[in-house]
C-alpha cells in the first residue's frame, strides 16, 4: 500500500477535488428510518465528487451499539464503491501508553479508517501510536472552527525566547513530529488568518478545514489559505450544508448539489489563482 499522503493525492486528483464530505448522522434530521440507508444515498450521489468522507464517530456512538452497527456498514459500503476515497475518523482521540496504542488499534486495524483526528494536548506521546504506520494518517486538532477554540488555543505563551499563539506552536510541533509525511492538522475554515499562519509554518503538510457551509466559514479565503503552492494539501469539509441540504424525500439531490456546487467553487479558485486541475 502507498504511503498516506501519496493516497490522499490519489483521492483528490481522480475527482479533482478537495472536498470531504460528514457523516454526522441525527436521527433528528434524516427523511428516513435506517441511518445506513441514509448513509449510503448520500454516498451514492456524492461519491464521484470528493476526495473523502469523514464520519464523527460521537453521532454513531450515540445510537450506541445499533449506531457502531451503522458505522461498520458504512465504511464497508464506501470501501466497496470506490478503491481510492480517503476515510476519516473524526475521533479526536488522544492518550499515552497502553491506552494511546489501543485508540490507534481500534482506529486503523478495527475500523479500518485511513486517517483520524487526534487530540495532541498530551505532547508527541499522544500522536506517536497514530503515526507510526505511515500508510495510515493522523489530524491534529490545532486550531478549532468553533468561537470557544479562543479561550486557550490562542493564547500567547513564551518558547524560545519569542511569545506565540499556542496554535502556532502545536503546528510548529507537528511538523517536526511529521517523520512519515503522514501527519496533518485540522484548523477551521472560520478563522482564515490563523489558518494562513499554520500554512506558512507546515508548507508541506495536509490540512483539514473544517467550518464551511453551516458555521459560516468563508470558502473562498479558506481554500487560498489552506492550499500549499501547488494548490493541494488541503481537505475543505462540509457536513451539515451536504447532508442536510434537504430533509426531505430528495435529500439525496440536493447533497449531490450542495456538494458539486462547493466542489466548483473549490475548483474556480484554484483555476483562479493558476493552480487548477491538469
Not at 449510503?40 to 461519491?47: C, E, G, P, W, Y
Not at 506565540?164 to 517536526?176: D, G, L, R
Request: charge should be negative; glycine fraction near 8%.
Amino acid at each position: 500500500m502507498d504511503p498516506f499522503l501519496d493516497r490522499l493525492e490519489i483521492a483528490c486528483a481522480t475527482n479533482k477535488s478537495l472536498l470531504c464530505i460528514g457523516l454526522d448522522v441525527e436521527l433528528s434530521k434524516i427523511p428516513v428510518s435506517d441511518p445506513f440507508e441514509f448513509n449510503k444515498a448520500i454516498i451514492d450521489s456524492t461519491l464521484d465528487l470528493c476526495c473523502a468522507f469523514k464520519p464523527n464517530l460521537a453521532f454513531y456512538e450515540a445510537m450506541g451499539i445499533e449506531g457502531l452497527r451503522v458505522l461498520e456498514k458504512t465504511i464497508g459500503y464506501i470501501r466497496q464503491s470506490s478503491p481510492t476515497v480517503i476515510i476519516i475518523g473524526d475521533a479526536k482521540r488522544g492518550d499515552i501508553g497502553p491506552s494511546g496504542k489501543a485508540y490507534a488499534k481500534a482506529m486503523f486495524d478495527f475500523w479500518n479508517f485511513d486517517a483520524v483526528t487526534i487530540n495532541a494536548w498530551g505532547g508527541y506521546d499522544t500522536v506517536e501510536p497514530f503515526i507510526s504506520d505511515y500508510q495510515r494518517g493522523a489530524f491534529i486538532w490545532c486550531r478549532g472552527s468553533n468561537p470557544g477554540s479562543s479561550d486557550l488555543q490562542d493564547l500567547t505563551v513564551e518558547s524560545n525566547t519569542h511569545h506565540k499563539p499556542i496554535y502556532e506552536i502545536m503546528a510548529q510541533s507537528a511538523e517536526t513530529w511529521n517523520v512519515k509525511n503522514n501527519l496533518g492538522l485540522v484548523v477551521g475554515a472560520t478563522v482564515t488568518q490563523q489558518l494562513k499562519a499554520v500554512r506558512e509554518l507546515c508548507p508541506k503538510q495536509a490540512i483539514l478545514i473544517p467550518g464551511v457551509g453551516a458555521q459560516g466559514g468563508d470558502l473562498s479565503t479558506s481554500v487560498l489559505n489552506g492550499v500549499d503552492d501547488r494548490g493541494r494539501l488541503a481537505i475543505i469539509n462540509s457536513s451539515r450544508g451536504i447532508i442536510y441540504a434537504s430533509q426531505e424525500s430528495d435529500f439525496a439531490r440536493a447533497a449531490r448539489k450542495a456538494a458539486s456546487e462547493i466542489k466548483e467553487n473549490i475548483n474556480s479558485v484554484l483555476e483562479t489563482s493558476g493552480r487548477g486541475w491538469t
